[in-house]
């Protein structure tokens, strides 16, 4: 089983909890990380900055 998690619409001011988030998720083994792509915020550069603060 793959377990993965998904933050959801990334609006103003959420940055540190998603990011906490990730990085727990990253630390407990999980696989795969989601973000929803809304006007104003895409998912490829909100996944790119989480995947580049953590570690897999």
Do not use: F, H, K
């Not at 696989?31 to 953590?54: F, I, K, M, N, R």
């Amino acid at each position: 089983m793959r377990l993965g998690i998904n933050l959801g619409y990334w609006g103003a001011g959420m940055d540190g909890d998603n990011l906490a988030v990730a990085q727990e998720a990253d630390r407990l083994g999980y696989d795969v990380c989601w973000a929803a792509e809304a006007y104003g915020s895409d998912a490829p550069t909100v996944l790119t900055w989480v995947a580049a603060q953590t570690e897999s």
